[in-house]
């Protein structure tokens, strides 16, 4: 592992401190997922709701076009209120990760924090996790795409693995 | 120009510290405040304002919080013209600036300010709530059902992206810890004092990458006061009054852990710009830096919030941590940090930072001129920063 004091790490290369983790993986889940339960309320049930039905969907600006997430009740570019909720592709690249090895919970395996850098617009990013991927996939613009996976209280929630050719 | 800067800093106090004491966090600030009081060659019958962070009120949090600020008015049965205990601010100096507001602006003469906290003995965190499977609402509903359950997965996300940016390496990151644990070994409140090498730190466990188990701070007990009063009232104090040369307070990002338009660039850089504009002197004249290190990450993004390097530099600056030492060119968090004497939450560092330009900080003091400090608080959505002078007036 190179130990560069600048610049950017070599592509496809690792983190020295994931070098040791290169061989885990992060199977898609099979049992329901069970962290925090989202509010899903006034202004963010339609997210939830949407992945339910398995769509990834983010409000957007209908006079500008605008994706707000997470989602206000204005659109902050032009101050519209005419919010709607739409479908995005689901498609986008790695922007920043961490691998969680801490059990936080009983019985909880290492898993893959994922920030999300989605194709509809520069700034539109999510957390979410990385699935059905190993430590040795993890890079910066690696592309990604939704996976819906199951979570207590018939939830479901948008992670994402990684695009196979 | 700062109005700040006829606010003193006139008393200083710091309760018992430790992992679980098993008192009462009024029990704790009623000991710190007594003892900033007296320090300040005054009585409690003087004391008439109190401000905290984050206070009691509707949002508190047992261990985190501390008691609210009418719990302390209470138990010292104080008479104040004004009080505030709020969680909203620039970081956890929140209290610190606002109390020199009220001095400034006369509302109070001598107020009593205090962060407390006593996260050891009620152990709050993710471990007990998550298995509850509670509700999350507002901008942790976008992190916490996805598993980001914890400060050190929305640290550890910015600190790979640093990684990935920057190349910091482990052997850098690892002079915030090492060095924090040096200077810890001089401190006798300190949680943590054992010799820490760089041999441990690498061979430690990973809690989420790439930060170790020292990378992260260590929950604490113990409460920090000090007595905020004009200048002019101070010039008669035992102790010498440690003056506000300016506060960073601005918020111009989006304040959140994952929207920022850089990740790497978060609230303490609006606070480290701000305080900057505030005053005439800069970095180069700070003679020691206390910067927030509830985890590793944060303490470099610091460094270059403040201006002691450039963006990407920070790795550089603490590679061998030479220049960070008690005795380098700018001694960081010296009486061992959060990392290794305990989370205070912030104002544990400005307490060290006052010891330091009193030159009463006893084994760790640093031998050099030590007439400007700079502190930095926060990380993340929040962030604060204060420049603390003796000497220049």
Redesign the interface.
Known sequence: MSSTPRGPAAPNAVTAAEEELRGLRFPLPTEPVRFFRPESGIGTAPFWQGASAGELRLARCSACGYFVHPAGPRCPHCGSADLTWEPVSGRGTLFAWTVSLQAFLPGLQPYCVALVQLDEQEDLRLTSQLVDGSVADLRVGLPVEVVFVDAADDLRLPFFRPVRP | MSGLRSAAIRGIGQSAVGRRLGRSGLDLTVEAAGEAIADAGLTPSDIDGIATYPGGGFGAQRGFSGPGAVEVQDAMRLTVDWYTGSGEGPGQLNCLVNACMAVVTGLARNVLVYRTVTEATEQVG??GA??T??????????????????A??WL??????Y?????L????LAQVALTARRNAGLNPKAVYRDPLTLEDYLAA????????LYDCDVPADGSTAFVVSHADAAADSPNLPVRVEAAGTALRGRPS???W?S?TRTAMHDAGASLWERTDLTPADVDLAQLYDGFSILTVLWLEAMGFCGE??A??FL?GGRRIALDGELPLNTAGGQLSAGRLHGLGLVHEACLQLRGQAGERQVRKRHEVAAVGNGGGPIGGALLLTTGLG
Request: with cysteine.
């Open positions: 993710g471990r998550a298995a499977n509670p509700v999350v609402g507002g901008p942790l509903e976008w992190l916490m059902p996805f598993g980001s359950i914890s050190v997965h550890g996300v910015v600190a790979n992206r990684v990935t940016q920057y190349g390496t482990r052997e850098q466990r990973m809690i989420s990458t790439p930060l170790c852990w994952d929207q338009a990740p990407g530099e790795g550089e590679a």
